[in-house]
């Protein structure tokens, strides 16, 4: 059981390029989430997928896109990449997905970081 | 927007107990996390309090939520030096959606 992974682990790209950044879990979970992670602002919610088939804007939408694949994956694309997207990128997932009445744990991946000169 | 608040840092002499703290301000706050992120690392969760206890234990770490005031606090007795981290408190966004609200994090430094 890997738990969530995340590809590539460090990442630099020039401003304008592209790319897109994995994401699995193999828990079976519903819902997955792209966060960001900049220093002193804690972590801030890029976009969500409560379920397969869905996807969210979160606090930070802007600059990115999203594809949940199918239930395991969910990738994060920078189309056109600033160096205000310099940061550390988090994926995590949780097993219930819009539901009440449990502990919503969720669990990080190892996180990619990203540099954009 | 809700928010959620920390202290940037906290150092402690081993041994010691730490208290790390954090405020809220969603009232409808449903459970509250503690997360650890060791250097490098991704978020490791801790433990976590549903919102109508205001305390909870688990083997050195203290949780305590005060309701009327939006504050938690994370007690860590005896702190070794493996406790050097960063510690993020996050409460869970009432509604469908699920979404957690993370404080900006305190850095916990254990000096020998």
Sequence with gaps: NAGVTQTPKFQVLKTGQSMTLQCAQDMNH????????????GLRLIYYSASEGTTDKGEVP????????NKREFSLRLESAAPSQTSVYFCASNRQGGTSGSSDEQYFGPGTRLTVT | GEDVEQ??????REGDSSVINCTYTDSSSTYLYWYKQEPGAGLQLLTYIFSNMDMKQDQRLTVLLNKKDKHLSLRIADTQTGDSAIYFCADLTSGSARQLTFGSGTQLTVLP
């Design chain 1, 30 to 41: 519903n819902s997955m989430y792209w966060y960001r992670q900049d220093p002193g602002m």
């Design chain 1, 62 to 69: 802007n600059g990115y896109n999203v594809s949940r694949l």
């Design chain 2, 7 to 12: 202290s940037l840092f906290l150092s402690v």
